[in-house]
């Protein structure tokens, strides 16, 4: 019996019961007997989790250090500049008159001065974020903080339910970042229903087998909104920087980036 090259060579994605997703590398080849009939197939396959999580975390740390590189450039060649026009225009502002023709234009510059500098603040936050800073936490209030923050975003016709579980032990985060971890995310959502839709945001403890490979027990943090959603060829490129599908000057790519780093620096994982 002789065998042929791969007839078939091919990358599988299964998904477990408790969700995890294992990469399967697939091999099958043609069998031939002496006379090069062909008496079947015969196949192989490879669990390359890890090494495909390895490869990904390479080209991620790549990633970074270019973010890294690009920011501080970024800082050093727009930041000087960028204040002298703001200080400029703030000193004029003092001098005129409230109601002078030329203060909207002023303030228009100041106010678009500071936006490209929490841009480049973005940056530089995402290229060499700050040490967390944890504390026992109540991750309820955290969510219910974040919904206060952003009621200016909601509209008559979001449809808005917040089922959290009650009685939630206390989680050891940094209540800062996951609130910035909850504002990027809620702010997707609502982009993402400009003419109203539903949002649920809900919590739960899970413990025991249905537990994936963080702590046991976990919480389980879910938020769904009925936008529109991403295509399925862009879903493997939301979390990488500078990605994004919105309109040029509407996003900097760096939202869900930084939401994944939130999320990791927490000994949790995102699906």
Not at 211 to 221: L, R
Request: with cysteine; glycine share 8%; net charge negative.
């Amino acid at each position: 019996m002789k065998t042929r090259r791969a007839l078939v060579e091919d990358l599988q994605i299964l998904a477990k019961e408790d969700g995890e997703k294992r990469t399967i590398m697939v091999n099958i080849q043609p069998i031939h007997d002496a006379e090069g009939k062909l008496t079947g197939f015969q196949g192989i396959a490879r669990d390359i989790s890890e090494r495909s999580q390895q490869q990904e975390q390479m080209i991620h740390s790549e990633k970074l250090a270019t973010v890294g590189l690009i920011a501080s450039g970024i800082a050093h060649e727009i930041g000087t500049p960028l204040n002298i026009i703001s200080g400029n225009a703030e000193f004029l502002l003092a001098d005129l008159p409230e109601y002078h023709p030329m203060r909207e234009e002023l303030e228009t510059i100041v106010d678009q001065c500071q936006r490209i500098s929490d841009q480049v603040k973005s940056l530089l936050n995402f290229a060499r974020p700050s040490s967390s800073q944890f504390a026992p936490l109540n991750i309820n209030e955290i969510i219910h903080d974040t919904l206060r923050l952003l009621k200016h975003m909601i509209k008559p016709n979001h449809n808005i339910q917040v089922n959290l579980t009650p009685e939630m032990p206390p989680l050891m985060g940094d209540k800062y970042r996951l609130r910035q971890l909850f504002i990027n995310l809620l702010l997707n959502a609502f982009q993402a229903m400009p003419t109203g839709g539903s949002l649920t945001i809900s919590t739960r403890l899970i413990s025991g087998s249905r537990a994936p490979k963080v702590e046991d027990p976990y919480v389980d943090i879910k938020i769904q909104d009925s936008g529109q959603g991403i295509e399925k060829e862009h879903l493997t490129s939301i979390f990488d920087p500078f990605f994004t599908t919105k309109a040029m000057g509407q996003g900097t790519g760096l939202g869900l980036a930084v939401c994944l780093r939130i999320v990791k620096d927490h000994a949790g994982a995102s699906r």
